[in-house]
């Protein structure tokens, strides 16, 4: 079983759109969680941590069921900026080295 | 805002060639990573580096691989020989010391090697 899994994409929305992706995650040992984000070529950049209550960043907003281990991106009002690859990405505490989702591909259609 | 750097942008060798990767992390960063991502395939693990010394590695980094910090600043990856499959992109990351939780790695904007 790979150790992050994300739904594979790619997702086409429209500009406005609400778009949903999910990850899980095998390694009960995991405490931290983040979505990052990769544009074409580029290097994966922090979107936002995971944390347990759930947290929301503008559009952005992260949900984590330790229970279940999934892990949830919603984006709301989706902008053709968005158009990217979404990482889920796992590590145990500390200075340990991320563990990265193949990645979800979403693109933003006007 | 500080940032990791990274050189070469690209760099193209012969099979069994040694290259060096090299890295210059934020400055008052303590901790350093080397990431790579094969084309069209997940970002993997290769190496931490603490203290002048490696304090986690992954599988795929072999005897062919070796890290050093030959300064304060730079960071370097060393592909002894390289092989077709090494052909990726190579992140460097940094972050802060913690051990009790997990800042953020800041990555650089990546090294892709191509070996023919």
């Known amino acids: 079983r790979k150790e992050v899994e994300q739904d594979p994409g790619p997702f086409n929305v429209p500009e406005g759109a609400t778009v949903a992706f999910n990850c899980t995650y095998s390694n009960s040992a995991s405490q931290s969680f983040f979505w990052y984000r990769q544009d074409c070529r580029k290097e994966p950049k922090l979107l936002m941590s995971?944390?347990?209550s759930g947290n929301e960043d503008g559009r952005f907003t992260a949900q984590l069921n330790r229970a279940s281990q999934y892990i949830s991106l919603l984006i709301r009002d989706s902008k053709l900026s968005d158009s990217a690859t979404y990482l889920c990405v796992v590590n145990r505490v500390g200075n340990t080295p991320l563990v990265f989702g193949k990645g979800t591909r979403l693109s933003v259609i006007a | 805002e500080p940032e990791v750097t990274q050189t070469p942008s690209h760099q193209v060798t012969q099979m069994g060639q040694e290259v060096i990767l090299r890295c210059v992390p934020i400055?008052?960063?303590?901790?350093f990573y080397w990431y790579r991502q094969i084309l069209g395939q997940k970002v993997e693990f290769l190496v931490s580096?603490?203290?002048?010394?490696?304090?986690?590695k992954s599988e795929i980094f072999d005897d062919q691989f070796s890290v050093e910090r030959p300064d304060g600043s730079n960071f370097t990856l060393k592909i002894r020989s390289t092989k077709l499959e090494d052909s990726a992109m190579y992140f460097c990351?940094?972050?802060?010391?913690?051990?009790?939780?997990?800042?953020?790695?800041?990555f650089g904007p990546g090294t892709r090697l191509t070996v023919t």
């Open positions: 400055s008052n960063h303590l901790y």
């Open positions: 995971v944390y347990s």
């Open positions: 990351a940094s972050s802060v010391r913690s051990s009790y939780i997990s800042y953020e790695q800041y």
């Open positions: 580096f603490y203290n002048n010394e490696i304090s986690e």
